[in-house]
């Protein structure tokens, strides 16, 4: 399908050449809706199959995780294949690492809550509001998809590289462990996770104010790369937040020669995004309540995959900005929490 071209972040192993990025996530993850929806209604393939079929399902990723990881063209096998080889793995045009990311994981996840949605449906007749709740996973989906322009700038594009901890984790990780909320509720009777009204909207803003923090500091950082690269004009995609592109940003100019911002949400602590992204991992938990710890699985590996990943961050841009990064933390002082860590 045709897309947006995005240039990415100059790449030194490339003697800082920029790559070209082919940003047709959205349109592909539409017609995937789309041809889901028509199948489901015409009685062609029953929508239910995808959770019921789970094990089966998780089985295949888990060994095609396995598999697409070894890579025969390694020098150190134990670290090449865990940590990979190849920044910028390609197949034509098509970057392999944003395929992973866009095209794989996100849309078994939302697969898979719609699934449960209308396996709940069959066996009961009607859905719970835990359903609906579970269903606004479809915003990570939609925020890869309408802001894959967004993703060459990250770390993951940027620093990560092509082996078993990003393949994995995108082909069974991410969509196999983020639901086991949803495998829960396939499994038991909706008493046993029922909570009342106010809960339910205290549940559902908490959700909605994490993702919008989320979606808003994932766009801003990423605006800020391509406006120190003279791009001005952003993809204008649906839906777009308010307060995703920062006018006007303060940063502070490195004798590296990067930019760190602070402005915006990242004035007030490092890491908004991934304090956002953890809350909304702690919600889809938390909405099973106590019933079982199984779903709170998603939200423990998370924190201590953000805590290290934040450990390596931190201590690479010390030894990288030295002196500039002492000033960056005397202004954005906290890690996480603002006011408190």
Same mark, same amino acid.
């Given at each position: ?7 990415? $972040? ?7 050449? %920029?790559?070209?990025? @082919?940003? @047709? ?6 017609? %995937? ?13 029953? *929508? ?55 095209? &794989? ?6 697969? $898979?809550?719609?699934? =449960? ?8 007749? +009607? ?14 989906? &939609? ?49 046993? +996770? ?12 908490? $959700? ?23 791009? %001005? ?18 940063? &502070?100019?490195?004798?590296? =020669?990067?930019?760190? *911002? ?48 934040? =450990? ?21 002082? +906290?890690?996480?929490?603002?006011? &408190?860590?």
């Amino acid at each position: 399908m045709p897309g947006y071209q995005q240039e990415g $972040l100059p790449v030194p192993s490339l003697g800082y050449k %920029t790559l070209m990025y @082919n940003c @047709n996530a959205l349109y592909s993850l539409y017609a %995937t809706m789309l041809t889901a929806a028509a199948l489901h209604y015409y009685h062609i393939f029953r *929508l239910a199959e995808i959770i019921d079929n789970y094990g089966h399902i998780m089985s295949v990723a888990m060994i095609y995780g396995f598999a697409v990881s070894f890579d025969p063209h390694v020098g150190n096998f134990i670290y090449d294949v865990f940590m990979g080889a190849c920044l910028n793995p390609r197949i034509g045009s098509v970057d392999l690492k944003m395929w992973a990311e866009v095209r &794989i994981p996100w849309v078994i996840v939302f697969s $898979l809550a719609v699934s =449960g949605g209308c396996h709940q449906y069959e066996q009961y007749g +009607y859905v719970t509001p835990v359903r609906p709740f579970l269903k606004t996973c479809v915003p990570d989906p &939609i925020f890869s998809a309408k802001g894959e322009e967004c993703i060459p700038q990250t770390w993951d594009m940027y620093h990560e590289k092509w082996g078993f901890m990003v393949i994995f984790w995108n082909f069974a990780g991410v969509p196999f462990t983020y639901v086991y909320s949803v495998v829960y509720m396939a499994s038991h009777d909706p008493s046993n +996770y029922q909570f009342s009204t106010p809960t339910y909207v205290v549940l559902f803003t908490t $959700l909605l104010t994490a993702y919008y923090i989320w979606d808003t500091s994932m766009s801003q950082k990423s605006r800020f790369k391509m406006q120190t690269q003279g791009i %001005t004009t952003f993809r204008n995609t649906f839906p777009q937040l308010p307060g995703g592109t920062l006018k006007k940003p303060e940063f &502070i100019q490195t004798a590296h =020669g990067n930019r760190l *911002l602070i402005s915006g949400w990242w004035r007030y602590f490092r890491k908004p995004n991934y304090v956002a992204d953890w809350t909304m991992s702690f919600c889809w938990g938390v909405v099973i309540g106590s019933a079982t710890i199984i779903p709170y699985f998603y939200s423990v590996f998370f924190i201590t995959v953000l805590i290290h990943r934040c =450990g390596r961050d931190f201590e690479r841009c010390s030894i990288k900005y030295g002196k500039d990064w002492e000033r960056y933390c005397s202004i954005v002082r +906290y890690k996480f929490i603002p006011g &408190i860590y």
